[in-house]
């Protein structure tokens, strides 16, 4: 049985009122095990950012069931879900989303400040972050003067600033050329293979596959029935 680690069950959501109304998520049911990544994938308004934003407590199902960590999320006070999502999810998005004043480093280390709440050990942290992560001469760097791929790569390394076991992310090789897209494709497999974490990838890009232990295809608000795709 699976563990319910990360799962939505009949997950159903509209967004809108009346005429303008829109069933984003239509009963979607998705375990995604521990240690694997997992690819989300369906045409634009298919419903992918929602589902990735139920799993990140983002947003709540209008009916069905969310679990985190086997907790079920609609069961939680507000101020329980929010210390459940900083402990146990992180974000990554299209747009990077890094602060344009701040350094690399402190990027990173802001990251964890905002997780931890710890100050010690922030800027040796976020330094061993970035040098896994091949940026070790851009520490002071403020994002300006850096590439579209080393922005997602610092993007990477604050959202997993914290050691967070569950790892989101919304297009992030979309803004990408293929060498930066394959880099980030590389770093968030390794962060399934050698840290174990758990990872939700929704992309429009078919490289993905490749690096994704399943596929999960998502058409006008439900999951499409799966006769390919399934990666061992
Ligand atoms: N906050 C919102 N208010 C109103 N409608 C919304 C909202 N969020 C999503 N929708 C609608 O729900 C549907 C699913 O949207 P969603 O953003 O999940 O799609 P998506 O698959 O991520 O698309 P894309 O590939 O363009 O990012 C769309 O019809 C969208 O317009
Ligand atoms: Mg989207």
């Known amino acids: 049985m699976p563990d319910r680690f990360l799962a939505v069950e009949e997950a159903r959501i509209s967004f809108g009122e009346g005429d303008a109304r829109v069933r984003a998520l239509r009963g979607v049911s998705a375990t995604f095990e521990r240690g694997t990544l997992s690819l989300v994938m369906g045409p634009s308004g ?9 799993l ?22 507000a101020s329980e879900k929010t210390v459940l999502r900083r402990k146990k999810i992180s974000f990554v998005f299209q747009a990077f989303r890094l602060l344009h004043s701040l350094s690399a480093i402190d990027n990173v280390a802001l990251g964890l400040e905002i997780r931890d709440g710890r100050r010690a050990d922030q800027i040796v942290m976020a330094r061993e972050l970035l040098l896994q992560f091949g940026l070790g001469d851009k520490l ?10 080393e922005k997602q790569r610092v993007a990477i390394a604050r959202a ?52 994704a232990d399943r596929t999960i295809t998502l058409s006008d608000g439900q999951i499409k029935p799966q006769a390919q795709g399934q990666h061992a």
């Not at 002071?140 to 791929?149: A, D, I, K, Q, V």
């Not at 989101?168 to 090789?173: F, G, N, S, W």
Request: hydrophobic share 35%; glycine share 10%; proline share 8%.
């Open 46 to 54: 298919s419903g992918k950012t929602t589902l990735l934003s139920l």
């Open 56 to 77: 990140g407590c983002l947003l709540s199902p209008d009916e069905g069931t969310v679990f985190v960590d086997g907790v079920a999320v609609n069961e939680l006070s």
């Open 140 to 149: 002071n760097r403020e994002p300006s003067g850096l590439s579209p791929g």
């Open 160 to 211: 997993l600033a914290g050691n967070p076991p569950i790892l989101l992310a919304d297009e992030p090789t979309a803004s990408l050329d293929a060498e930066a897209g394959r880099s980030i494709c590389q770093i968030l497999r390794s962060q399934v293979d050698k840290n174990g974490r758990t990872v939700v990838v929704v992309s429009h890009d078919p490289r993905w596959k490749e690096f």
